[in-house]
């Protein structure tokens, strides 16, 4: 049977989104993808996905999907109350859904993205290397559209269930965005047009504590507060290359934070460019949210970046605490039991066919059943 | 190889060719801040030249502009300041003479463009804010040869070259929310062809039948930075015959 996943209700902004569309900005074409890299990449290693395997963004939560057959999935970014089927569950943490269980989001605490993974990745037509929506363009994920209810999406196969994390897995400490600390300015370094503003402008800049815009979409994040003229107002420039993190100052001199659904060219001048690491921490700040910016060099801007890259790759993921065990004798056989923890359920009950139909009925239990030495 | 210097209005003077950090990722190297062909020649040579050394397994990915190129790369291959030397060798390797232009012996792409009437509605605006008669301005705008700069925008959106100032209008004063796939629009002395669907401010004097953009193809963009394009006038019931036959 294949797996699917529909969506029962998308929220403000469901979308499939993977690590972009690389490699065609040169023919005009937006790079799109997950706009926090943090927790979209650990929510593919907690259902042990390649990070480039396609995901769901939800914007702002109030998401419900159904999964019609067992599927891993983890859920991270906002801080966000999950429930399955009704039973609370935790989020930045693997669990594996029976059959015909239903996922849903509520609306976020903090924060404002929110990343579902399913094992085997969501397996919508790859178009110019990429699963990415950009809605803009209508190109990529389902039919280049953000997602309606009713949808119906593929789920690629789950091979090598096995060797995937367990339920109760979760992810380490240090993405988590709990530990992200918000009051804390975000580090940029200089950007090509930086001496297109003059000492005041700069000043201004980094003193500033912007606002951020209603009008930030997944295309930029707009920011009040301040004007930032550049020198004989020559905020135009001849069409350039943008990227992630940019921020431009058009001539109302409001700056714009670039974002995942940037044009590749623009023609506003860029005074500053987020570094990757203080990224997350732009993309999950929601309207209304303070910001600002702190100036660092490039070396210590990109050994930044190597430690980020580092932590959300390499990091080991946590393995789930054991509660408690017993033994259990089944059919002359004997079985360690050991209880995860409230309401995750296991795959190797499905593998050794045991006392999985009564945990299901149960489900404020979840224990894993592994065979003991015989 | 770069030095900046104050003019005498007190703003930046900036020799060129420049390396500067973009962001922690990405690389930039402005050749100039005109557009014009030689400029934008040398932005793809040193592409090509980075393409066939030992750094493009490091490149994530190239934007060429008018008159710069971008490098995106993996900060965990490599670091800026070695980034900056290499390339820095490389540009001295890309011999640009005067007046060279990519690809400049290609054979000119013929662009047929329905002009006027429901396909181009703001056709009687350049008109009239040139002093010309339609037929004029479709006269200029088909007899030029132009030349594509770089693609950007919108998926293969080119921004051509080479445009007569005589045609030149302003954008218009509200854009509009719907131009349709194959739109041949002026702005300022700027001419270009919407390949898709998509909101935009240019003023619409034609419609062209022909795809430019599928994701299918390879390369996807019919129209390659310095592609020589020439716009080819054709009736309306030929638009409609060759938008049936596809």
Known sequence: MNSFVEVISPGNRLTVQDLG?????????????????????????????????????????????????ETRVAVTGAEVNVDVNGFPMP???TMILPAEAVLTLSIPSTGLYSYISVAGGIDTPIVLNSRSTHVASALGGHEGRILAAGDTLPIGEDIDGQSRPRAGTTAPQSVVPGSYDRERPVRVISAPQYDAFDDDAKSKFFATSFTISNLTDRQGARLDGASIPAIDGKHDIVSDPAFMGAI???????????LADRQPTGGYAKIASVIGPDLPNVVQRTPGSEIAFELVGIEEAQELARGFQKSIYKTPLVEPARISSSHLEVDGKTYNVQIVRPTTIEEEMVADGIIYADIRDHAEVAVTVEASHE | ?????????????????????????????EFGDTIDYETNARVYALQTEIENSDLGSSVVEFIPSY??????????????????????????????????????????HEIPVAYGGDYGPDLENVATHAGLTTDEVIAIHSSTDYRVFMLGFAPGFPYLGGMDSRIACPRLATPRTLVPA????????????????????????GRTPMKLFDVDADPPSAMLPGTKVTFVPIANDEFETMVGSE
């Not at chain 2, 900046?4 to 990722?25: F, H, K, M, Q, W």
């Not at chain 2, 790369?73 to 232009?101: F, H, P």
């Not at chain 2, 194959?182 to 700027?190: D, K, L, M, P």
């Open chain 2, 67 to 108: 008159r710069s190129l971008l490098v995106e790369y993996d900060v965990s291959e490599c670091l800026y300041a070695d980034l900056n030397e290499r390339v820095n060798d490389l540009i001295g390797k890309t011999a640009i003479s005067d007046g060279t232009t990519i690809n400049s012996d290609q054979n000119a």
């Open chain 2, 182 to 205: 194959g739109a041949v629009g002026i702005a300022e002395s700027q001419t270009g062809v919407y390949p898709n669907p998509s909101p935009g401010g240019w003023q619409i004097i």
């Open chain 1, 91 to 93: 989020i930045w943490e």
């Open chain 1, 248 to 258: 431009q100052v058009p001539s109302d001199g409001k700056p714009i934070v670039l």
């Open chain 2, 1 to 29: 190889m770069t030095t900046t210097d104050v003019n005498c209005d007190g703003g930046p003077v900036i020799e060129y060719p420049r390396i500067l950090p973009a962001s922690d990722s990405s690389i930039l190297i």
């Open chain 1, 21 to 69: 569309r690389r490699g065609s900005q040169r023919f005009g074409v937006s790079v799109s993808g997950v706009l926090d890299l943090a927790a979209a990449v650990t929510a593919n290693r907690l259902v042990g996905n390649p990070a480039t395997s396609a995901m769901l963004e939800a914007t702002f939560g109030g998401v419900s999907l159904s999964f019609n057959s």
